[in-house]
């Protein structure tokens, strides 16, 4: 299986950070955490494309590629989220989504995305990727509480350039 994660783009705002940036040399303040931490959860014999928008434009070719579309994204990339749901539709791409955006909207997505994965990877995602190994994946998952950060893989660095942020940021709580 090929899986694309693909972090949208977050519009012009202060927290952007986009003028600034172009004085330090540098294409977007961070990279998606969440989403390079996601990749560490996924079974070894997927291969695994990430795609910064706040980076990179989105290629067709990165779409045709992948089998998957996973997406994490914030209440402020909702623009960018509807423009990514528009090509995954065009293209009849299976997608998966997750973060703060379908946390708070997800009667809104859950007609148009495949699988809602929500709250916290360590226990929706083996969960999930386990029912779609058997073929039989459901459409919402959640889990309760909050598991320790031991559980928390390190996240897959190698997945972008770090060169391109102006810092990069671990997790160390809840």
């Not at 623009?79 to 379908?102: H, N, T």
């Amino acid at each position: 299986m090929k899986a694309l994660l693909l972090y949208p783009k977050y519009p012009d705002t202060f927290w952007s950070f986009k003028y600034a940036l172009k004085y330090i040399s540098k294409k977007a303040a961070f990279p998606p955490l969440g989403l390079l931490t996601v990749a560490a959860f996924f079974p070894e014999d997927w291969e695994i494309r990430l795609v910064d928008l706040n980076i990179h434009k989105l290629m067709e070719k990165d779409l045709q590629w992948a089998d998957y579309v996973f997406v994490s994204a914030m209440l402020v990339q909702k623009e960018s989220v509807s423009e990514i749901l528009q090509e995954y539709l065009r293209l009849g791409k299976k997608v998966v989504a997750g973060g703060p955006l379908f946390s708070g909207t997800t009667e809104e997505y859950l007609p148009i995305i495949d699988h809602i994965i929500l709250n916290e990877a360590e226990t929706t995602l083996p969960d999930f990727f386990r029912d779609l190994k058997e073929g039989n994946p459901k459409k919402n998952y959640r889990s309760s509480g909050f598991p320790p950060l031991s559980m928390t893989p390190i996240p897959r660095w190698d997945l972008i350039n770090i060169k391109d942020y102006a810092s990069i940021m671990i997790q160390f709580s809840r």
